[in-house]
């Protein structure tokens, strides 16, 4: 089984990035990992974890998976096809489909293709790769999706 999570880069830390940081007690045993989203404000937080980045705190960040998909309003229609209908609330769109892919690497990122409809035509708006949830909100956002 592929790893569900990866340790995150300093550069991938940004305001509304989902991550869980290792709770360990004195004798260096892990207790336990907890949830944490940097928020507005919270770039205190950035610079605290790039200033003690040498401290040997662990951080890491789920891939991206159907559930984080999900929890974004997309409703799984068929095997790995996520759509979202909101006319009048997606930008040009009236219905969105994410097409969610595992790529067969040594890393689980996730190959991604989202459509958008108007009317009948339908337009490829994006093609690549997401590792995250945080990473698909931020690109959703972009594309006045969310």
Known sequence: MVDKYYTPSIE??????????????EGGSSLSWYKYT??????YI??????NEDLGLSYRVKYLDKEDI????????????????????LGY?????????WMHRTEPYKDISISG?????????????IKNKSELKVLLKQLNIL
Not at 117 to 129: A, P
């Open 38 to 43: 940097i928020k507005e404000g919270g770039a």
């Open 12 to 25: 991938e830390f940004h305001i509304g990035f989902e991550y869980e940081q290792e709770d360990i007690n």
């Open 46 to 51: 950035i610079d605290q974890l790039i200033t």
């Open 117 to 129: 409809k108007r009317g009948e035509e339908n337009d490829v708006i994006f093609r690549g790769i």
């Open 93 to 101: 769109w009236t219905q969105v489909v994410i097409d969610f892919k």
């Open 70 to 89: 999900e929890s974004l309003g997309f409703v799984e229609t068929s095997n790995n096809w996520f759509t979202i209908n909101a006319p009048g609330k």
